[in-house]
């Protein structure tokens, strides 16, 4: 997956699950710190 791609899918969780904009946070940046991101 790439950096785009993952925002474009945080964008989605984030329009879809208004409430939950902390946790998707909290995805986005363990993927992002994680070793694994590319």
């Known amino acids: 997956m790439t950096k785009d791609e993952l925002l474009q899918t945080l964008d989605k969780l984030l329009a879809e699950n208004v409430n ?3 946790l998707a946070l909290d995805v986005a940046i363990e993927v992002i710190t994680s070793p694994k991101s590319r």
């Open 20 to 22: 939950d904009e902390g």
